[in-house]
C-alpha cells in the first residue's frame, strides 16, 4: 500500500496575554557560528558542525528553532539526514497502547540505544511493547518536551563520549535562561508568540518575562497548545483526537560573588490526549473501537551550583546540580468486548512512572597543554508500569507490564583534550574514560508472575563497564581541520528490560531477564571541516561501528515452568554492523555570481547501510536503518536581515524492510515504501526590531508520501493508509519581544 502513487478556527488565550496570530515556519538554519565559519543565512537546512571539534555535533538555536516552524519533538530534526523521529501508530500494538514520538533514530539505531536529556537530567526510557513481541518499539514514548522552553538542542551522532551514556547517539535539550533575553544591560525583557500549525489544527501561544539585575536574575516561560488529529493524505479518515499541553519553565540565579552562583529550576511538561481508535485497527474482539484518554506529565525541580574559584589546583569550575524528576504516562481505554467469554464494556489502565533523583558533578581545569574535564554522577530512578483490566462481568484483571523496581547508577567520567605544534600546525589527542556501575533491585515479583520459575528470571543484579575514548585532530591548514576517533560503548539494559512481563495465565508468557548481558558498542569516525575556497564550506563525515549482544525478545526452546504452551524472553540475540557517510555544504553564492548579494545554496546528505547476525549465524539486513535522504536549499536573507525567503527540497530514497536478526523473527513479508522529493517554501519578515513574523507553506505540491521510521515493519493496509504524512500545509507564527 505505500507503494501507491499520491493520488472554524478558535485560538486560546494565555493568561496574562493575548495571544498573537501564528503566519509562519521558516525552514531555516541549524547553523551555529563558530570560529571559521561562514555567516550563514537564516533560511537555510545547513546543520553547521562545530568547528575544531572532534566529533559529529550539530547545535540549533532558539531563533532557529522557530525559523524552522518547529512545534513538536518531531520536527527538530525534520531536515537532518541521519537523525529521523519514529513514531508509535495508533493500533499498531493493542488497543491499550498509545501512539506518538518514541524517541529519535540516529544512523539506523534508536529507542533507549540513544541517549535524551534536558539540561543533563535523563529523559524516562521508552517502554518496549511486551505482549506484541516488540523489544525495540515501544508503546510509551519519550515525548516530553515542548519546543518553547529551550534555547538550544545539541545532536551528536554515533557513540558519545566518556561524558554520557548512548551508544547510538544523544540529543541533548538545554533549556532558555535569564541571560537570553536580558541584553545590553536590560532589567526587564520578554516575548509574547502565538501561532498556528494548520497540519493539525494546533493553536499555540507563550509569554516569557525574565527581569533582573546584576545580582538576581529570573525567567519565567510558559507556553500552551491544543490541536487535533494530524491530516492524512490517506484514503480513510483519521480518527478523531484532541490534545492539549501546557509548559512551564521558572529559573532564579543568584550571583552571590564572582566566583559562585546559584541557581533554581522548575520544568513542567503536561499533555492530554483524547482520541478514538476505529475498530479496523482492533481486533474482532472490540466491534465498536475504542476511546482513549492519555495524560502524560513530567515534572523537575533542579538547583544547581556554579563555582570558579582563583587559584585552586583541583578545578577551575565546578558545576553541581541536585534534581529530582518525576514522569508518569498514564493510559485509560474504555471499549465494548465481544468475547465467547461473555460481553460488555471493559476498561483498561495501561500506565508507566519513572521517578529520578540525582546529584551531577562536572568540573574543569586547564594546565599547561591539558583541557582535563572530569564529573561524578549518582542517581537513583523508581520505575513501575501497572496494568489493570476492569471487566464486563465486574471483575478486575491485573498484568503488570514490568516488575516494580529500584535502579541505583554511579558514573564517574575523565577526559583529557591535549594540544601540540606538529608542523608547526595544532595536533590534538582526546582521550577519555568512563566507569558506571548500576544495581537493578526488583520488588514485587511475587505479584507479577505466576510460578517459581519466572519470578527467578527477574532477580536483583548489579552491572558495571569501563569504556575507553580516543580522538585525534590535525589542523592540516588554516582552512581544514581534521579527525580520528575512537569509541567504546555500553548500554546496561534499562529495568523495563530486565523485568518487563507479561503473564496472561493462558498457556504462554513473555518475561523479562535480569541476567541480560549490556549491549556494545566499538565505533569509528573520520572527518574533514573544511573552507576550500572563500564562500564555500564543506564538512565530510564517515563512521563504522560494530554493535553486540543486541537486545529483543526471543522464544525460549522449552517453555518455563508455569507456561503449557511457549515462552518469550528478551535476550541477547545479535550483532550488528553499521557504516555510512554524511555530506554537509554551505555556498555564498555572491562569492561566485554577480548580482546575486544575500543568495544561498545549501545541501545537507546522508546514507546508512548495515547487516545484522544472530547466534544461528542468520545473516540479514538492519530495518532500523533509514533511507538515503538529502535536502537543498536556495536561500534568500536581506543584508539588514529585515526579511528572507527560502526554497527547500528534500529527496530520500524508497525502501522495504526484510527480515531483520537483530529483532525478533516473523517471517513476515513488508511492503515498499516510496521514495518522495517534497518542496516547502519558508519566509520571515521583521516590519520592526520588535515584530518578527514567520510563514511557511510546506508540501507545496501535495504529495502524498510516507515516513520509513514510522510505517516501514507495518504491515496493515489501514494503518499505513492512516499513517501517511500531511499533505500543502501551512505553519505561522508572530512574535513580539520587549
Given at each position: 500500500m505505500c507503494d501507491s502513487s499520491e493520488n472554524k478556527l478558535k485560538p486560546k488565550y494565555l493568561n496574562c496575554c493575548v495571544t498573537a496570530v501564528m503566519i509562519s515556519i521558516s525552514l531555516s538554519t541549524y547553523a551555529q557560528s563558530t570560529e571559521q565559519s561562514l555567516s550563514l543565512p537564516v533560511i537555510t537546512v545547513y546543520a553547521a558542525q562545530e568547528q575544531k571539534v572532534p566529533e559529529s555535533i550539530t547545535t540549533i538555536d532558539h531563533d532557529n528553532l522557530i525559523r524552522m516552524g518547529i512545534t513538536d519533538m518531531a520536527s527538530i530534526v525534520k531536515y537532518q539526514p541521519l537523525v529521523s523521529a519514529p513514531k508509535a501508530v495508533n493500533g499498531s500494538g493493542n488497543a491499550w497502547d498509545g501512539a506518538g514520538t518514541s524517541g529519535y533514530n540516529i544512523r539506523g539505531i534508536e529507542g533507549n540505544r540513544v541517549g535524551l536529556d534536558v539540561d543533563g537530567v535523563e529523559l524516562p526510557s521508552a517502554t518496549p511493547e511486551p505482549d506484541s513481541l516488540k523489544g525495540n518499539s515501544f508503546s510509551s514514548g519519550r515525548d516530553f518536551i515542548d519546543p518553547e522552553?529551550?534555547?538550544?538542542?545539541?545532536?551528536?551522532?554515533?557513540?558519545?563520549?566518556?561524558?554520557?551514556e548512548g551508544i547510538g547517539g544523544r540529543v541533548e535539550f538545554k533549556t532558555k535562561t535569564p541571560e537570553d533575553y536580558l541584553k545590553k544591560g536590560q532589567h526587564l525583557a520578554g516575548e509574547v508568540k502565538g501561532g498556528y500549525n494548520s497540519a493539525d489544527d494546533a493553536w499555540f501561544s507563550s509569554i516569557t518575562t525574565a527581569v533582573g539585575s546584576d545580582r538576581f536574575k529570573g525567567l519565567v516561560v510558559y507556553s500552551h497548545r491544543d490541536g487535533h488529529a494530524t491530516q492524512s493524505e490517506g484514503k480513510l479518515s483519521p480518527n478523531p483526537v484532541d490534545w492539549s499541553s501546557d509548559a512551564i519553565l521558572a529559573k532564579l540565579l543568584w550571583n552571590i560573588n564572582e566566583t559562585h552562583s546559584l541557581g533554581t529550576t522548575f520544568d513542567f511538561y503536561k499533555k492530554d490526549t483524547h482520541r478514538y481508535i476505529s475498530t479496523d485497527l482492533l481486533s474482532s474482539l472490540y466491534p465498536r473501537g475504542a476511546s482513549q484518554e492519555v495524560d502524560g506529565q513530567r515534572i523537575r525541580y533542579s538547583l544547581d551550583d556554579l563555582y570558579t574559584p582563583e587559584n585552586l589546583s583541583l578545578f577551575d569550575q565546578l558545576k553541581s546540580t541536585i534534581y529530582y524528576q518525576a514522569t508518569k504516562n498514564n493510559n485509560k481505554t474504555y471499549m465494548f468486548?465481544?468475547?465467547?467469554?461473555?460481553?460488555?464494556?471493559?476498561t483498561i489502565l495501561n500506565d508507566y512512572t519513572e521517578d529520578n533523583l540525582g546529584l551531577n558533578l562536572n568540573a574543569q581545569k586547564a594546565l599547561n597543554i591539558h583541557q582535563l574535564e572530569y564529573g561524578l554522577t549518582l542517581n537513583q530512578i523508581n520505575s513501575n508500569r501497572p496494568w489493570q483490566q476492569y471487566n464486563p462481568d465486574g471483575s478486575v484483571t491485573t498484568q503488570n507490564r514490568m516488575v516494580k523496581s529500584t535502579t541505583n547508577k554511579y558514573a564517574f567520567y575523565i577526559s583529557d583534550a591535549m594540544t601540540w605544534s606538529v608542523f608547526g600546525k595544532p595536533f590534538g589527542v582526546t582521550p577519555g574514560l568512563r566507569y558506571q556501575f548500576e544495581a537493578f533491585k526488583p520488588e514485587n515479583t511475587s505479584e507479577v508472575l505466576t510460578s517459581t520459575a519466572k519470578r527467578m528470571q527477574v532477580s536483583s543484579k548489579d552491572n558495571h563497564y569501563l569504556a575507553p575514548s580516543i580522538a585525534i585532530s590535525y589542523q592540516l591548514s588554516p582552512n581544514y581541520y581534521s579527525y580520528l576517533k575512537y569509541n567504546r560503548g555500553n548500554r546496561i539494559p534499562t529495568a523495563v528490560e530486565m523485568s518487563g512481563s507479561f503473564d496472561p495465565g493462558r498457556g504462554y508468557s513473555i518475561i523479562g531477564n535480569s541476567q541480560l548481558k549490556k549491549e556494545e558498542s566499538d565505533a569509528f569516525e573520520v572527518g574533514l571541516k573544511t573552507t576550500p575556497l572563500e564562500g564555500i564550506k564543506l564538512d565530510l563525515t564517515g563512521f563504522y561501528t560494530q554493535y553486540h549482544n543486541f537486545i529483543d525478545y526471543k522464544q525460549l526452546s522449552t517453555a518455563i515452568s508455569g507456561d503449557t504452551m511457549m515462552t518469550y524472553q528478551l535476550q541477547n540475540i545479535a550483532s550488528a554492523n553499521i557504516w555510512g557517510g554524511e555530506v554537509s555544504a554551505h555556498i555564498n553564492l555572491s562569492k561566485f555570481i554577480s548580482s546575486s548579494e544575500a543568495f544561498s545554496l545549501s545541501l545537507v546528505a546522508g546514507t546508512t547501510k548495515g547487516s545484522a547476525k544472530n547466534s544461528n549465524g542468520q545473516k540479514t539486513g538492519i530495518n532500523s536503518i533509514q533511507p538515503k535522504k538529502a535536502s537543498l536549499t536556495l536561500g534568500y536573507d536581506d543584508p539588514k536581515q529585515q526579511y528572507g525567503l527560502g526554497f527547500t527540497s528534500t529527496a530520500v530514497a524508497s525502501k522495504?524492510?526484510?527480515?531483520?536478526?537483530?529483532?525478533?523473527?516473523?517471517?513476515?513479508?513488508?511492503?515498499?515504501?516510496?521514495g518522495y522529493v517534497v518542496h516547502d517554501l519558508s519566509a520571515y519578515w521583521k516590519p520592526t526590531s520588535f515584530i518578527t513574523v514567520n510563514l511557511s507553506l510546506n508540501n507545496i505540491f501535495d504529495k502524498k508520501y510516507w515516513d520509513y521510521a514510522t510505517v516501514g515493519t507495518l504491515t496493515s493496509a489501514n494503518l499505513i493508509d492512516r499513517a501517511t504524512l500531511p499533505g500543502r500545509n501551512v505553519v505561522a507564527s508572530l512574535a513580539f519581544k520587549f
Open positions: 522552553l529551550f534555547n538550544q538542542v545539541v545532536i551528536r551522532s554515533g557513540t558519545v563520549d566518556s561524558k554520557s468486548y465481544a468475547g465467547k467469554t461473555g460481553q460488555g464494556y471493559r522495504r524492510a526484510s527480515q531483520d536478526a537483530s529483532i525478533v523473527s516473523s517471517g513476515t513479508t513488508y511492503p515498499r515504501v516510496a
